[in-house]
Nanobody, 124 residues
Framework: QVQLVESGGGSVQAGGSLRLACAAS????????MAWFRQAPGEEREGVAG????????FYADSVKGRFTISHDKRKNTVYLQMDSLKPEDTAMYYC?????????????????WGQGTQVTVSS
């Protein structure tokens, strides 16, 4: 079992920045892939950024490359998503996920463990 607790969402104007945090606990050793997904109302859940924690590999959706950065603090066992140059289309509920990674970093089916979500709202 893995427990994930997100924090850091909020409201910001376009062009602004936010940093999300996901504190992980439990059996993270067996679930080395961690990712951030987002879901807007009426839309499918979309993979935003992912990381293979042991190897340091990072993955990004094309829509956020160059604007978002995923990172991991090993001491705190926390994954961060730094979001810069935010756009109104980034508005969504953001979720942290953990899993073994067998189906691809950006597929929700990869991840059996999810946080409760944190809302990000970007106004124009």
């Amino acid at each position: 079992q893995v427990q994930l607790v997100e924090s850091g969402g909020g409201s910001v104007q376009a062009g602004g920045s936010l940093r999300l945090a996901c504190a992980a606990s439990g059996d993270t050793y067996r679930n080395p892939y961690m990712a951030w997904f987002r879901q807007a109302p009426g839309e499918e859940r979309e993979g935003v950024a992912g990381a293979y924690i042991p190897g340091g590999s990072l993955f990004y959706a094309d829509s956020v490359k160059g604007r978002f950065t995923i990172s991991h603090d090993k001491r705190k066992n926390t994954v961060y998503l730094q979001m810069d140059s935010l756009k109104p289309e980034d508005t969504a509920m953001y979720y942290c996920a953990a899993g073994a990674g067998s189906l691809g970093w950006d597929r929700p089916q990869t991840y059996p463990y999810w946080g409760q979500g944190t809302q990000v709202t970007v106004s124009s």
